[in-house]
């Protein structure tokens, strides 16, 4: 006899959670201007655009120490969202277009990656990002307001 369990991620369940912030930065992808905002811990990570009306001028740059198998869903997003997977060389391995949001049983987006980035839907198309194909990224910082 066989039994299986099924085994939930904790974050199905609603739980409260503390803001999260994020450092940002202005950005070319691609020659188009973007507010990146960067996810660098296990928090900002988990966090990403949950909860946010994502703008077409707005991206998500998850930067993990090493490269690895990376899993995303899109639990309690606003928006649909396209997902590029990267190498460290930025080279899109995996692009998932028009990831819906989800509340239960959400859809995985799974790849191996160094880098996530994740724009508005229709967003990695506009840039032309496909399989194989080098993102050119640059970021600066704002110039300060003139007094």
């Known amino acids: ?20 912030d994020f450092d940002s930065d ?11 905002y960067r996810a660098r811990t296990p928090e900002q990570w988990q966090q990403g655009f949950k909860g946010r009306d994502v703008g077409r001028g707005e991206a998500m740059l998850f930067e993990f120490p090493r490269a690895g198998w990376r899993m995303f ?6 928006v649909p969202l396209d997902l590029v997977f990267l ?3 930025f080279h899109v391995v995996k692009v998932f277009e028009d990831a819906q949001p989800c509340r239960f049983l959400c859809k995985s987006y799974i790849a191996r990656a160094h880098y ?3 724009f508005r839907a229709g967003v990695a198309r506009e840039l032309g990002l496909v399989e194989g194909s080098k993102i050119t990224l640059s970021t600066f910082q704002k110039p300060a307001p003139s007094p």
Do not use: C, Q, Y
């Not at 006899?1 to 739980?15: G, K």
């Not at 070319?28 to 990146?36: D, E």
């Open 1 to 20: 006899m066989v039994v299986s369990f099924l085994l939930l991620p904790a974050t199905i369940f609603d739980t409260p959670t503390r803001p999260v």
């Open 73 to 78: 869903w899109m639990k309690d997003t606003t």
């Open 116 to 118: 996530v980035l994740e």
């Open 26 to 36: 202005h950005a070319t992808i691609n020659n188009r201007s973007f507010t990146l």
């Open 87 to 89: 190498d460290g060389g």
